[in-house]
């Protein structure tokens, strides 16, 4: 597993990284960032919407490669459609988390691409490894506390343990039920 995971709350129009030590998160950054023009879950090319999903980080794009005025000084380029995109029919290319110069809006609206401020991105280099840092995009992340993460961990566990031994019993009803 990567050392660090990016997440996207469209919602909020924000980008946190966080770094993982053993079993626990700690919060590294919260960036403001702009995402698609439209919203709602990119399905096809040019919808100008955001894709909802875990994406893995392909290859870094600097100048010359891209132009400045479209997107900044850096790119990292995503595996979007990933392998659950394609079986969905979804369609499309070039979801990249990218930066724009400081004279353009931060909530222009992107086609589809993550975009924070050309500082930022020469930052958030050093959280991502190529082909092992995730990024998490989502409409709206909802946060638990530790506490509250625990009890629907144990909650969680006891559900498959109960649905395993119904099944390992061959309890049909019981084993039904849990459908």
């Known amino acids: 597993f990567a050392k660090y995971v990016l997440l996207v709350d469209k919602s909020k129009r924000k980008l946190f990284v966080f770094e993982r030590d053993n079993e626990s998160l700690k919060l590294k950054e919260e960036l403001p960032t702009d995402i698609g023009k439209k919203s709602g879950n990119k399905t096809k090319r ?3 919407r955001t894709p909802e999903g875990i994406y893995f980080f392909e290859q870094i794009l600097t100048q ?3 132009p400045f005025e479209t997107y900044g000084s850096q790119a990292f380029t995503t595996n979007y459609p990933n392998i659950f995109d394609k079986l969905n029919g979804k369609t499309g290319s070039g979801i990249w988390l990218h930066s724009i110069p400081d004279s353009v809006p931060l909530t222009r609206g992107s086609r589809g691409c ?7 991105i020469k930052n958030l280099g050093k959280y991502i490894e190529l082909k092992q840092t995730p990024i ?3 409409d ?4 638990v506390t530790k506490k ?4 629907q961990r144990e909650q969680m566990s006891q559900y498959i343990e109960e649905w395993r031994q119904a099944w390992e019993s061959s309890n049909f009803e019981k084993y039904q039920n849990f459908y």
């Open 46 to 48: 040019d919808d100008h």
């Open 64 to 66: 010359p490669e891209i």
């Open 114 to 120: 993550v975009v924070v401020r050309n500082k930022e």
């Open 136 to 138: 998490i995009i989502y």
């Open 140 to 143: 709206e992340l909802n946060f």
């Open 148 to 151: 509250e993460h625990d009890i």
